[in-house]
């Protein structure tokens, strides 16, 4: 069997993909390096000089550098519990024979359904009973763990891990806790990678929730951001500046850990 290598079709929509992807990134910052007239001006596709005038007047119009980290603190936290947690229960429901398993799991699977709308203001007034409105506790305590991730790593444990793996780890005397590190977590590194990509990015995008339970003392970097166009007049430059500045985190995350995501994907993918 030869290898073919892919044709240039191949190559020219994977290019057109790749520039349809970056093209709204690179225009956040177009109208970050210019005044607001870019939007009623000329078209042009060149940056401007503004870009260091407009990030110093995000500076100076929101608390950015504690709404940042706020921000790391909360998506951090809710990431590595997430995993974590998601993990232990996908394999409770893979590989462990309890009673009620089956309805159990369907339950979770069910909560995937309800809006999570419907649960706000239930939600805070228990945050408010503790004592946690406004404090970062009520937006990380809810998010400890999530009805996806249980049903992403139980689908991916259920057939990487064989049942007499399972087995002969117990037969050689391994506790639950011991097979599940040293037998389930390593086999689930691909899955738990790519959980806690969308983990991570889901936290820190996310805007209703932090809204609602936060104050503007200790907001996160989405609901600060929402600061600066919440007057009468919207200042485009300034607003995609502070959004420029709050994606640059996400991109140097992505650069460090891509490659150990991808390495961790194609382990998972390659049998023999």
Request: proline share 5%; aromatic share 14%.
């Amino acid at each position: 069997m030869t290898n073919r290598r892919p044709s240039f079709l191949v190559y020219g929509l994977l290019g057109a993909f790749v520039l349809g992807s970056a093209f709204p990134f690179y225009w956040s910052y177009l109208v970050a390096s210019r005044d607001n007239s870019v939007l009623t001006g000329d078209f042009t596709l060149i940056p401007g000089g503004n870009f260091i005038a407009n990030a110093s007047r995000v500076f100076d119009s929101i608390p950015f550098w504690k709404a940042l980290g706020n921000s790391f603190i909360v998506s951090g936290t809710v990431t590595l519990s997430v995993v974590l947690l998601s993990t232990l229960a996908g394999f409770a429901f893979a590989k462990l024979r309890f009673r009620g398993r089956g309805v159990l799991f369907l339950f979770v699977v069910a909560t995937l359904a309800v809006p999570t709308q419907l649960g706000i203001i239930p939600l805070y007034m228990a945050m408010a009973e503790f004592g946690w409105a406004g404090e970062l506790e009520a937006v990380i305590v809810p998010n400890l763990v999530t009805a996806f991730g249980v049903f992403w790593m139980r689908q991916y444990l259920v057939d990487a891990i064989p049942d007499e793996l399972v087995e002969a780890a117990r037969m050689d005397g391994c506790s639950l806790w011991r097979t599940f590190w040293h037998v389930a977590l390593p086999a689930a590194r691909p899955a738990a990678a790519m959980l806690g990509v969308f983990t991570f990015m889901q936290s820190w995008n996310d805007f209703l929730w932090p809204l609602v339970v936060l104050n503007a003392d200790n907001p996160t970097l989405q609901v600060a951001l929402e600061k600066l166009q919440s007057g009468y007049y919207v200042d485009y430059s300034l607003v995609l500046a502070g959004t420029t500045l709050a994606t640059i985190p996400v991109l140097i995350v992505f650069l460090v850990l891509g490659r150990q995501i991808v390495a961790g994907v194609m382990q998972g993918a390659v049998k023999g």
